[in-house]
């Protein structure tokens, strides 16, 4: 059951302590926005873990509801919330494929640059093309599906499914959130420079929790995930995503009943073992890429 007060209730809750370190990480000396960047990349996390809940439609029962409170949680990435849920979508029917294989290599590839790709993902160096292609989808939508783009086995179908939806969406929900980011800078004063250190504090938070759960496991589109063992200060924090081997096999449960259908039946693994050996680096794929699928999986 999705539960509807309590998201509400997080999302304000996120956007008012979210709204407060970045006034206070812009008006202290630009070293000092480190430690409110820290805080503040943890805050932003559980603001992913509900535009992850919209995208998956488990955010509010109504979908109008669903679909403007995923607008509004996705300000704060930024990221116009009709794009990431085309995107995540993506990522459900594609995982663990070749167009999802940044932790491996095959024998033709270049291993300079797939080893300057892993470290960069980890470095935090993938989420400022989130809003940067957000921009470019918006404004110049065919370059996406031309050129290097094509070429890349990351994104060569990431954006295919945008002829369907449309970009307008997608248009309306940049200038909004272009309007709410000068909005916030005009009433709270905001420092780009602090804001920017904030947003770097973030960006290698987000990056790591993207693929921690997915690096080194088995070449499965459903079962190519991991459960985490965390803190369950952690867990609250990510609203349960450590559990993410039992959302990729029922990607229609709500958070709140994510660790309730994982205790008991997988075990999970060591969250700082698992971190460590992704600083190791890619490894040689040794089976290979499975079918991509059609659609995301539902219940019976």
């Not at 070449?219 to 803190?231: C, D, F, M």
Request: glycine residues 6%; positive net charge.
């Amino acid at each position: 059951m999705i539960r509807n007060r309590l998201n509400i209730g997080l999302i304000a809750i996120v956007h008012a302590i979210a709204l407060l370190l970045l006034w206070s990480g812009s008006h202290v000396d630009i070293w000092l926005a480190l430690p409110v960047g820290i805080v503040y990349s943890f805050v932003l996390l559980t603001n992913y873990a509900l535009i992850h809940e919209a995208a998956h439609d488990n955010l509010n029962s109504d979908p109008v509801w669903n679909r403007w409170l995923g607008v509004l949680v996705c300000f704060l990435f930024p990221v116009p919330f009709s794009m990431i849920k085309v995107t995540h979508t993506v990522h459900h029917c594609c995982n663990r494929t070749d167009h999802e294989m940044f932790d491996l290599y095959y024998p033709g590839d270049h291993l300079l640059i797939k080893w300057g790709q892993w470290y960069g993902l980890l470095a935090g160096l993938f989420w400022p093309w989130i809003p940067i292609g957000a921009l470019v989808l918006a404004t110049f939508p065919k370059l996406l599906r031309m050129g290097p783009y094509r070429r890349a086995r990351t994104t060569a179908v990431l954006f295919d499914d945008f002829a369907e939806h449309g970009v307008g969406r997608v248009r309306i929900e940049v200038v909004l959130a272009l309007a709410f980011w000068l909005a916030l800078f005009a009433l709270l004063d905001l420092s780009w420079q602090h804001v920017l250190v904030m947003y770097a504090c973030f960006a290698f938070n987000w990056s790591t929790r993207q693929f921690i759960t997915h690096a080194f496991t088995e070449r499965h589109v459903i079962n190519g995930a991991l459960n985490l063992r965390v803190s369950p200060a952690m867990s609250w924090i990510l609203l349960k995503g450590n559990w993410d081997l039992v959302h990729h096999q029922k990607p229609w449960l709500p958070w709140t009943e994510l660790e309730r259908n994982g205790n008991g039946a997988y075990s999970p693994v060591g969250i700082w073992q698992q971190y460590l050996r992704m600083w190791r680096g890619p490894v040689p794929a040794t089976t290979p890429s499975p079918q991509r699928l059609k659609a995301e999986p539902r219940p019976d």
